[in-house]
């Protein structure tokens, strides 16, 4: 499996990194590199596996539905990089 | 006081029979830690907190109210969120970020009376093998190649905690483990760090790599201090849905070095291609003597074994790629300048394209990759099937009656930082060779201090126990650690 | 007998410049499920909260935080799904949709795509008496909502608020059974009623607890019933998301536009692009939402912080033993117990209070005067002062009493409706009112025979012209009424009358 040069941009974009024009090149070989590492799974025989899906086999655990957080606006702007109004502030979004 | 035979078993008798203070003994790692910047372990220091703590803590052992690591100095890996003191997982993009919480663990060890004395280096999110994709500058073994100044790694991603161990820098440490992050740098650093049972320790509040293979475990100069420090640390957390809810042992109690009749596997399948003589003569003999300690010794096959790494390199970025989308420049940490007519995209990728580093960046993008559409049943479906039949390879030997699977800890002594600067990133992944099939199985492992290498290196073997056994698989690595009789310490030179 | 028969709509029919076109329609339906606090933190979910202040440390998405699920939206789940006849699955999991958008603090959604915990279900959507359609719902699943870009406070930034972040959702997701704009109406509307019956939802689609994706083609007549007959989607157009709707006139106006853009895009010899579009209730119009366009690969897999959600059958039952009566039954029950028309049915069973409210009137009374009463009078006064039947100044037994004075003849129809009133703007007990104010009917036929006497006497030259012309009586009537403050009872003042008069 290997990755060119405008699946590296596609992905760079999918994980929003931003990746010079220059630099997919060198970025889709590195990632076509790890990828034939994985080419290895390939050699298993999965039939009728099941994908594992707990790593501990536990029963998930609920909560039971009460207020019990909340109320700590400062603490949730606390580390923005722009608050404003009690709002966290961003470039603007165009819908 | 001699910081450098000092362990928390003895600090703790000492400390309760008020032969020193926790102040006096924090501000002795104070002070070693004031003078150890050329190791670069610490990334924050808190000196004031440090001796805040051991005051309260000098309050408790005075009434007698003193648990085991009370008055105990530590370092913390800065994965863990510790609340109003900086916590970056040593990346950019969490620039200056102080939690407003605690986590969980560090929670439990300061409610014991534990004293913390600054974050601890490490690789970048945890994603490392060397301590070199720090955004602050690698880790530095205290560590070196006999006369020898070549700077060694002291492993990762826990590297700044098993510098700081290592280099009498705090008593122990914490640290994390997703592939190995803590047994391989325990190994290259001569002490013991042990990785509990998936769902033993709470994740709320670490920083999360990879969550389904993520665990937070201790790292410290003897299995012993393990155990104590261990059970501390342990806890159910109904505010991380992955915690089990069962009692945790006394793990010190568990350590009375007989282990005639454990049954111990020797997986064929570790004896790789190009393993050093060294590590497979250190892996035979620490085979003989647990046998000499009375354990049987049973070759096992675990013919998964080499699909590991590669599942495991699917599994863990994936989860990552997930993880870290949160790090986009609105809430916290690092946010890119924009020029005039940018908006929101431009600004979560320049953002994310500054605040990680390299190996980071290609992690996420090829989780990104391998859940994209067309790509998730080739990639991520089939390696957790994989990892499915990985597990099972172990439940098979366990329910054959094998207590414990002795194996190599890495494959090879610490290199030099830069060392392997110009290999492709896969070779660095090698080094998690041996430690990701216990992540994989969520088992329990422990990397035991076992010799030295021909350079007077330290090299590790690695128990791995059954779900939930650290008991049973402690006392084996505290038998194989009064059989190995581990003494080197690094001398001095920073 | 808990259905009542019917027959399915016709599809809408558009003509188009060159032929006539049909219109499927399917809906995603996200319902915020009527809880304290959110999915997976403890925060509140209260509507209209200061900006950022009903967020948890999980809700912000701060390094380090997990979720852990709320038991009672998992139940909500259930019983919505028990109340649309659904499958219920025993294990299902939660996966995460990844996704960059600031009002998505995680930067993925925690939702249900590949083990959903609702299975295939169904929803009766009433067009009108005897006319239905069975909407094949085929899941529910649990999400997570997101937050809210505020856009129009900074020329050059988006304020973002997460207090509506981790709200817990059910998107309930119909196969494209819907055949028109109506329909499409009618299929949220009927939703939201079973939702309300259940308690599930609050339903208030203008604070957004209920807002619809709606997914539009269109087709030549006869290739839906070819894609009913494979179950091959090829034979259907090329469809559109509208997104984000909340308002049932909205839906149906943006379904007709976008009906009639897809026809004209096709007659045109062009094809239609799968997209996801908004409508804009001022143009009347939907466009593309391009922001949404742009790598939708979303990257699902299952949520590693998050164990597979198993729970019990017998659980299941014990929910399902507790159910309410939904409006289905409710409604043939009205048709068959008190013997009223479907319409009126429909009508009494909209919402539960008017229900319940007619069954305590009907109770040990006449069914269909009762039925008249509440719809008529009670539920056409409501309307009209825009007050819910919950808030009612009449109760139910105040009106059973006024019901009770008609069927006892101590009032007429026309006393009742004056009763009536001053009940509602001063309350009391209606027989006691009727007592106090001297309303109750004059029946001694002394008294009446009096009355129509002097009437009589007083009018020589009208009872001279009553002879010729025999529907005068009437005059009469009211002139005898008149004299007797109204409260004559009007059946034997007109029988008196004619005997008097000599009129047959």
Known sequence: ?95 | MDLSKLTIADARDALRAGDYTATELTQAYVDAVEGSDALNAYSTKTPEKALEMAAAADKRLAAGDAPDMCGIPLGIKDLFCTEGVQTQAASHILDGFKPQYESTVTTNLWNAGAVMLGKLNMDEFAMGSSNETSYYGPAISPWRRGNDDTALTPGGSSGGSAAAVSADLCLAATGTDTGGSIRQPAAFTGIVGVKPTYGRVSRWGIVAFASSLDQAGPMTKTVRDSAIMLKTMCSHDPKDSTSADIPVPDFEAALTGDIRGKKIGIPKEYRMDGMPAEIEALWHEGAEKLKAAGAEIVDISLPHTKYALPAYYVIAPAEASSNLSRYDGVKYGHRAKLKPGEGITEMYERTRAEGFGPEVQRRVMIGAYVLSAGFYDAYYLRAQKVRTLIRQDFEKVFADGIDQILTPATPSAAFGIGEMADADPIKMYLNDVFTVTVNLAGLPGVSVPAGVDHQGLPLGLQLIGQPWGEADMLNTAYALEQASSFTAKPVKWW | MTELAYTEPKPKVIAGAKRDWELVIGMEVHAQIASNSKLFSGASTHFGAEPNSNVSLVDAAMPGMLPVVNEFCVEQAVRTGLGLKAQINLMSRFDRKNYFYPDLPQGYQISQLYHPIVGEGEILVDMEPGIARKVRVERIHIEQDAGKSVHDMDPEMSFVDLNRTGIALMEIVSRPDIRGPEEAAEYVRKLRQILRYLGTCDGNMQEGSLRADVNVSVCEPGAYERFRETGDFSHLGTRCEIKNMNSMRFIQQAIDYEARRQIAIIEDGSTVDQETRLYDPNKGETRSMRSKEEAHDYRYFPCPDLLPLTIEQAWVDEIKAGLPELPDEKKARFVTSYGMTEYDAGVLTAEVASANYFEQVAKGRDGKVAANWVINELFGRLNKEGVSVKDSPISADQLGGIIDLIAKGDISGKIAKDLFEIVWTEGGDPAEIVDARGMKQVTDMGAIEAAVDAVIAANPDKVAAVQEKPSMAGWFVGQVMKETGGKANPKAVNEMIQKKLGIV
Do not use: Y
């Open chain 1, 1 to 95: 499996m290997s990755i060119d040069k405008d699946t590296a941009r596609r992905v760079a974009h999918l994980a929003r990194i931003e990746v010079a024009e220059e630099a997919l090149e060198p970025l889709a070989a590195s990632l076509s590199k790890i990828l034939d590492f994985m080419e290895e799974l390939n050699e298993v025989d999965i039939d009728g596996v099941e994908p594992m899906t707990s790593v501990t086999p536990m029963e998930l655990k609920r909560r039971v539905d009460e207020v019990t957080d909340g109320n700590i606006q400062d603490k949730i702007l606390a580390n923005a990089p722009d608050a404003r109004e009690g709002f966290f502030a961003v470039p603007k979004v165009v819908e």
